[in-house]
Protein backbone atom coordinates (compact mmCIF):
# COMPACT_ATOMS: atom_id res chain seq x y z
CA UNK A 1 0.00 0.00 0.00
CA UNK A 2 2.72 2.44 -1.16
CA UNK A 3 1.33 5.97 -0.49
CA UNK A 4 -1.24 5.18 1.77
CA UNK A 5 -2.38 7.59 4.28
CA UNK A 6 -2.04 5.83 7.91
CA UNK A 7 -4.10 6.38 10.76
CA UNK A 8 -4.12 5.21 14.54
CA UNK A 9 -6.12 2.29 15.56
CA UNK A 10 -5.67 1.79 19.05
CA UNK A 11 -3.66 -0.67 21.39
CA UNK A 12 0.09 0.45 19.35
CA UNK A 13 -2.16 -0.58 15.50
CA UNK A 14 -1.94 1.45 12.55
CA UNK A 15 -4.19 1.04 10.00
CA UNK A 16 -4.70 2.22 6.38
CA UNK A 17 -7.38 1.02 3.42
CA UNK A 18 -7.80 0.75 -0.08
CA UNK A 19 -10.36 -1.17 -2.33
CA UNK A 20 -9.73 -4.70 -3.25
CA UNK A 21 -10.74 -7.15 -5.64
CA UNK A 22 -9.43 -10.75 -5.48
CA UNK A 23 -10.08 -13.77 -8.16
CA UNK A 24 -13.53 -14.98 -7.75
CA UNK A 25 -15.07 -11.79 -6.00
CA UNK A 26 -18.13 -10.17 -7.85
CA UNK A 27 -16.62 -6.33 -7.01
CA UNK A 28 -14.20 -5.00 -4.65
CA UNK A 29 -14.89 -4.53 -1.22
CA UNK A 30 -13.13 -2.33 1.12
CA UNK A 31 -10.12 -3.56 3.11
CA UNK A 32 -7.94 -2.57 6.43
CA UNK A 33 -4.59 -3.18 6.32
CA UNK A 34 -2.85 -2.68 9.51
CA UNK A 35 0.56 -3.34 11.78
CA UNK A 36 2.04 -2.53 14.83
CA UNK A 37 5.71 -3.05 16.29
CA UNK A 38 6.40 -6.26 18.51
CA UNK A 39 9.28 -7.38 20.58
CA UNK A 40 11.81 -9.20 18.47
CA UNK A 41 11.66 -12.19 21.60
CA UNK A 42 7.67 -12.90 20.20
CA UNK A 43 9.18 -13.83 16.66
CA UNK A 44 11.64 -16.07 17.90
CA UNK A 45 11.75 -19.78 18.19
CA UNK A 46 11.70 -20.34 21.94
CA UNK A 47 12.92 -23.60 23.54
CA UNK A 48 10.75 -26.57 23.12
CA UNK A 49 8.46 -24.36 20.93
CA UNK A 50 7.26 -26.42 17.48
CA UNK A 51 9.80 -26.41 14.35
CA UNK A 52 7.66 -24.20 12.25
CA UNK A 53 7.83 -21.04 14.71
CA UNK A 54 11.45 -20.81 14.09
CA UNK A 55 12.15 -17.96 11.69
CA UNK A 56 15.41 -19.85 10.06
CA UNK A 57 16.29 -17.06 6.98
CA UNK A 58 16.35 -14.43 9.71
CA UNK A 59 18.80 -13.78 12.62
CA UNK A 60 16.65 -11.28 15.16
CA UNK A 61 18.54 -9.28 17.26
CA UNK A 62 17.54 -6.99 20.08
CA UNK A 63 17.91 -4.36 17.66
CA UNK A 64 16.09 -5.81 15.53
CA UNK A 65 12.42 -4.03 14.38
CA UNK A 66 9.74 -6.57 13.95
CA UNK A 67 5.87 -6.13 13.08
CA UNK A 68 2.76 -8.01 13.02
CA UNK A 69 0.39 -7.60 10.43
CA UNK A 70 -3.92 -7.99 10.29
CA UNK A 71 -6.17 -7.85 7.58
CA UNK A 72 -9.86 -6.94 7.64
CA UNK A 73 -12.36 -7.60 5.38
CA UNK A 74 -15.40 -5.25 5.62
CA UNK A 75 -18.27 -3.53 4.34
CA UNK A 76 -18.97 -1.05 7.04
CA UNK A 77 -18.20 2.56 6.52
CA UNK A 78 -16.82 3.61 10.02
CA UNK A 79 -13.24 5.11 10.59
CA UNK A 80 -10.89 2.17 10.70
CA UNK A 81 -10.71 3.06 14.79
CA UNK A 82 -13.62 2.01 15.08
CA UNK A 83 -14.16 -1.21 12.53
CA UNK A 84 -11.18 -2.69 14.42
CA UNK A 85 -12.28 -2.12 18.00
CA UNK A 86 -16.01 -4.10 16.20
CA UNK A 87 -12.90 -6.42 15.33
CA UNK A 88 -11.69 -7.00 18.70
CA UNK A 89 -14.81 -7.03 20.47
CA UNK A 90 -16.64 -9.86 18.32
CA UNK A 91 -13.10 -11.62 19.28
CA UNK A 92 -13.90 -11.25 22.98
CA UNK A 93 -17.37 -12.45 22.53
CA UNK A 94 -16.46 -15.60 20.80
CA UNK A 95 -14.66 -16.23 23.61
CA UNK A 96 -16.99 -17.15 26.47
CA UNK A 97 -18.75 -19.40 23.56
CA UNK A 98 -15.69 -20.88 23.00
CA UNK A 99 -15.46 -21.66 26.77
CA UNK A 100 -18.95 -23.00 27.34
CA UNK A 101 -18.85 -25.12 24.41
CA UNK A 102 -14.69 -26.89 25.25
CA UNK A 103 -14.64 -26.17 29.12
CA UNK A 104 -18.43 -26.39 29.91
CA UNK A 105 -19.72 -29.37 27.43
CA UNK A 106 -22.33 -27.37 25.59
CA UNK A 107 -22.02 -28.88 21.94
CA UNK A 108 -21.49 -32.28 23.84
CA UNK A 109 -25.18 -33.65 23.85
CA UNK A 110 -27.21 -34.65 20.96
CA UNK A 111 -30.24 -36.43 20.73
CA UNK A 112 -33.44 -35.99 18.42
CA UNK A 113 -35.79 -34.23 21.33
CA UNK A 114 -35.02 -31.11 20.87
CA UNK A 115 -36.81 -30.28 24.55
CA UNK A 116 -34.31 -32.29 25.85
CA UNK A 117 -31.51 -30.46 23.91
CA UNK A 118 -32.61 -26.97 24.55
CA UNK A 119 -33.35 -27.97 28.71
CA UNK A 120 -29.14 -29.14 28.47
CA UNK A 121 -28.43 -25.81 27.29
CA UNK A 122 -30.03 -23.63 29.96
CA UNK A 123 -28.78 -25.64 32.50
CA UNK A 124 -25.55 -25.52 30.91
CA UNK A 125 -25.53 -21.74 30.60
CA UNK A 126 -27.24 -21.42 33.98
CA UNK A 127 -23.82 -23.00 35.39
CA UNK A 128 -21.29 -21.38 33.61
CA UNK A 129 -23.08 -17.61 34.96
CA UNK A 130 -23.22 -19.08 38.31
CA UNK A 131 -19.53 -19.98 37.99
CA UNK A 132 -18.45 -17.07 36.31
CA UNK A 133 -19.83 -14.76 39.17
CA UNK A 134 -18.47 -16.89 41.72
CA UNK A 135 -15.06 -16.54 40.53
CA UNK A 136 -15.23 -12.70 39.76
CA UNK A 137 -16.27 -12.51 43.31
CA UNK A 138 -13.14 -14.34 44.63
CA UNK A 139 -11.15 -12.47 42.02
CA UNK A 140 -12.96 -9.52 40.31
CA UNK A 141 -9.77 -8.32 38.23
CA UNK A 142 -10.41 -10.45 35.16
CA UNK A 143 -12.68 -13.36 33.75
CA UNK A 144 -10.67 -16.68 34.60
CA UNK A 145 -11.64 -19.56 32.66
CA UNK A 146 -12.99 -22.90 34.17
CA UNK A 147 -9.64 -24.51 33.01
CA UNK A 148 -8.34 -22.75 35.74
CA UNK A 149 -10.24 -22.05 37.95
CA UNK A 150 -11.80 -25.04 38.94
CA UNK A 151 -9.22 -27.02 40.12
CA UNK A 152 -7.83 -23.62 41.51
CA UNK A 153 -11.34 -23.19 43.68
CA UNK A 154 -12.96 -26.65 43.78
CA UNK A 155 -10.28 -29.28 43.94
CA UNK A 156 -9.93 -29.46 48.03
CA UNK A 157 -10.69 -32.16 49.85
CA UNK A 158 -12.46 -32.24 53.11
CA UNK A 159 -12.45 -33.85 56.18
CA UNK A 160 -15.17 -34.07 58.54
CA UNK A 161 -14.50 -34.47 62.06
CA UNK A 162 -16.74 -34.35 65.12
CA UNK A 163 -15.13 -34.45 69.55
CA UNK A 164 -16.83 -32.63 72.15
CA UNK A 165 -20.07 -32.04 70.82
CA UNK A 166 -17.81 -29.75 68.10
CA UNK A 167 -18.06 -30.40 64.52
CA UNK A 168 -14.92 -29.10 62.39
CA UNK A 169 -14.37 -29.69 58.74
CA UNK A 170 -10.70 -29.55 57.76
CA UNK A 171 -9.65 -28.49 54.01
CA UNK A 172 -6.78 -29.44 52.43
CA UNK A 173 -6.36 -27.55 49.44
CA UNK A 174 -2.78 -28.87 47.11
CA UNK A 175 -3.43 -26.16 45.04
CA UNK A 176 0.51 -23.34 45.47
CA UNK A 177 -2.31 -20.47 45.06
CA UNK A 178 -4.09 -22.26 48.68
CA UNK A 179 -3.26 -19.28 50.45
CA UNK A 180 -4.72 -16.66 47.61
CA UNK A 181 -7.73 -19.53 48.15
CA UNK A 182 -8.53 -19.32 51.67
CA UNK A 183 -8.10 -15.67 51.54
CA UNK A 184 -11.01 -15.78 48.67
CA UNK A 185 -13.09 -17.47 50.00
CA UNK A 186 -12.93 -15.86 53.45
CA UNK A 187 -13.98 -12.63 51.86
CA UNK A 188 -16.68 -13.96 50.03
CA UNK A 189 -18.20 -15.72 53.39
CA UNK A 190 -17.88 -12.58 55.29
CA UNK A 191 -19.27 -10.41 51.97
CA UNK A 192 -22.67 -13.55 52.47
CA UNK A 193 -22.99 -13.07 55.78
CA UNK A 194 -23.04 -9.23 55.83
CA UNK A 195 -25.39 -9.58 52.90
CA UNK A 196 -27.84 -11.78 55.43
CA UNK A 197 -27.82 -9.74 58.03
CA UNK A 198 -29.53 -7.38 56.07
CA UNK A 199 -31.46 -9.59 53.82
CA UNK A 200 -34.59 -8.70 55.75
CA UNK A 201 -34.73 -5.13 54.47
CA UNK A 202 -33.52 -5.96 51.15
CA UNK A 203 -35.86 -7.38 47.94
CA UNK A 204 -34.75 -10.69 46.36
CA UNK A 205 -33.95 -7.86 43.58
CA UNK A 206 -31.66 -5.74 45.36
CA UNK A 207 -29.68 -8.55 47.40
CA UNK A 208 -29.24 -9.59 43.84
CA UNK A 209 -28.02 -6.04 42.66
CA UNK A 210 -25.42 -5.80 45.43
CA UNK A 211 -24.26 -9.52 44.73
CA UNK A 212 -23.30 -8.32 40.98
CA UNK A 213 -21.96 -4.86 42.14
CA UNK A 214 -18.98 -6.41 44.19
CA UNK A 215 -19.02 -9.17 41.14
CA UNK A 216 -18.59 -6.52 38.58
CA UNK A 217 -16.66 -3.68 40.27
CA UNK A 218 -14.13 -3.61 37.70
CA UNK A 219 -16.74 -2.11 35.25
CA UNK A 220 -18.59 -0.12 37.88
CA UNK A 221 -15.93 1.46 39.58
CA UNK A 222 -17.42 1.39 42.74
CA UNK A 223 -20.92 2.25 41.83
CA UNK A 224 -23.49 0.03 43.11
CA UNK A 225 -26.41 -1.18 40.97
CA UNK A 226 -30.14 -0.64 41.58
CA UNK A 227 -33.00 -2.24 40.52
CA UNK A 228 -34.34 -0.49 37.22
CA UNK A 229 -37.40 1.84 38.02
CA UNK A 230 -40.80 0.49 37.05
CA UNK A 231 -40.46 -2.90 37.64
CA UNK A 232 -42.90 -4.93 39.31
CA UNK A 233 -42.93 -6.07 42.40
CA UNK A 234 -42.04 -9.93 42.48
CA UNK A 235 -44.60 -12.09 43.77
Same mark, same amino acid.
Given at each position: ? =???????????????????????????????????????????????? &??????????????????????????????? +??????? =???????? &?????????????????????????????????????????????????????? =?????????????????? +?????? &????????????????????????????????? =?????????????????????????????
Amino acid at each position: M =RGATWSEADQGWQGAETRLRLEGWSQARRTIVLWRQIKADLAMQAPGE &PEQLCLSFAELTDDTIVYEYAVLVTSLANEI +RTVTQCY =RDRADAEN &PFDELKNDWGWGGFTTQDIKRCRFMARITSLTYNWWSLFVRLADPRQHTEAMTS =RPLLLNAPARLTRHSGQT +RITISH &PHAEAAWVESACREIAAFFKTLRLTAQQLTPLQ =RWCRVLSRALVKYLHGRELHPPSGLPAPA
